[in-house]
């Protein structure tokens, strides 16, 4: 791109997220993020394009998973370092409950959709904090050893719970999260009435006794990595895990498992912009990040990682995988074959139940 583009590009980016010049940005920036392939997909679909526009220097940091702490620390300091922050939506709802996360005006300050469709109308129920731009969806689900399930695949989240059909060990995560609800959809309640029946105290004994009928079978695991090694050794016929992982296991390790999407449990990543910087600093961030959020964007991080983009307008860009040269839509927890049946964390409820609810899942086990 030659200079007189890259200023018109720029100059339609400030433009659109209500501000005046490029001469009023910071010339720097520090992004925050998880490390691993994640950041590198962030790399390739964000920060290089963005630099190459705008010339604008990015410097990564790998400190998401402290990011609530940091910032927290950062503000008594007075002293933000950090630009753009990638979290997962419940601590974004923290960061912006504590004052640490600036409100974003969505239809003002993220592009809409190409066809017009404003923002907030693509992101949709994807907005769950003033101050949390989805970026991706990622979810809970299972995956299965294909050479172990005989000539019947498990097609629904219930059949976790047949034994019968399904002998052998299931593995599954070592807190109530996700595992009440399973339970309790698996115990005949519908999908809009989960939450209500589980803050009651029946309810939660409904849930823990649905899992007692497979207790015996469970390997409960505590990391990411778990299930997609149990699986990958024959230890276990399904468990659940990150619909990442399993991608891994399916297809850069050509293993025998095959993904269960039925009611999986979508849960949200995105940025947010911390309270406290200057306004050039922050007028770059807002700059950045309606450039990283639009369309096309979010669908090329597809291309690198199999986690959904957050608009309904990426879905039908998602193309193929950047080395593998497969096609992604079919990996991606968003794909509409995919989430015909879907639940959203509930971040609300977790915030009020989880301290108790925890307490009684781990007695549970211990039992």
């Known amino acids: 791109m030659n200079l007189t583009k890259t200023l018109l590009a720029t100059s ?29 997909s962030q790399q390739n679909a964000y920060h290089d394009p963005y630099m ?32 753009v922050v ?8 923290r960061l912006c409950d504590e004052g640490l996360a600036m409100e974003i005006d969505f239809d003002e300050q993220l592009a ?3 066809d017009g469709t404003p923002a907030t109308e693509d992101f949709g129920d994807l907005i769950v904090s003033d101050c949390f731009i989805p970026q991706i969806v990622y979810s809970t689900t299972f995956g299965y050893r294909t050479d172990l399930v005989g000539d019947t695949p498990p097609s629904t989240v219930c059949d976790v719970f047949d034994t019968e059909a399904y002998p052998g060990k299931r593995s599954l995560e070592r807190r109530p ?35 007692d009928t497979i207790k015996d079978d469970v390997i409960w ?64 961030a807002l700059d950045y990040v309606y450039f990283a959020t639009d369309t096309q964007r979010l669908a090329d991080q597809a291309k690198y990682i199999s986690y959904g983009p957050a608009r309904q307008s990426s879905a039908p860009l998602v193309g193929q995988h950047a080395t593998l ?13 995919n989430a015909e049946n879907t639940f959203l964390f509930n971040y609300e409820f977790w915030a009020d139940y989880r301290d108790d609810i925890d307490a009684k899942f781990q007695a549970w086990l211990a039992q």
């Not at 190459?52 to 410097?59: F, K, L, P, W």
């Not at 040269?325 to 074959?337: F, L």
């Open 12 to 40: 339609a980016l400030t433009l659109a997220a209500g501000m005046t010049s490029a001469e009023e940005m910071a010339s720097e920036m520090t992004i925050v993020s998880w490390g691993g392939a994640y950041s590198a």
């Open 52 to 83: 190459e526009m705008t010339g604008v220097q990015i410097i990564n940091d790998e400190s998401s998973a402290e990011a609530v702490a940091k910032l927290r620390a950062m503000n008594e300091a007075g002293n933000v370092t950090w630009d």
């Open 86 to 93: 990638d979290v997962v939506a419940a601590d974004a709802i």
């Open 112 to 114: 809409p959709a190409p």
């Open 177 to 211: 999260i996700a595992n009440m609800e399973w339970a309790l959809i698996c115990d005949g309640v519908g999908i809009d009435e989960v939450y209500d029946v589980l803050e009651t105290e029946e309810g939660q004994e409904r849930a823990l006794a649905k899992l």
């Open 221 to 284: 695991w505590t990391a990411g990595a778990d299930t997609p090694q149990l699986l990958a050794d024959g230890e276990v016929v399904m468990g659940s895990t990150y619909n990442g992982r399993l991608f891994s296991v399916i297809e850069e390790q050509d293993q025998p498992v095959a993904m269960l999407w039925d009611w999986q449990m979508f849960d949200l990543d995105g940025w947010i912009i911390p309270t406290g910087l200057s306004p050039e600093r922050q007028a770059r």
């Open 325 to 337: 040269g497969i096609d992604m839509a079919p990996h991606m927890p968003t794909d509409p074959a």
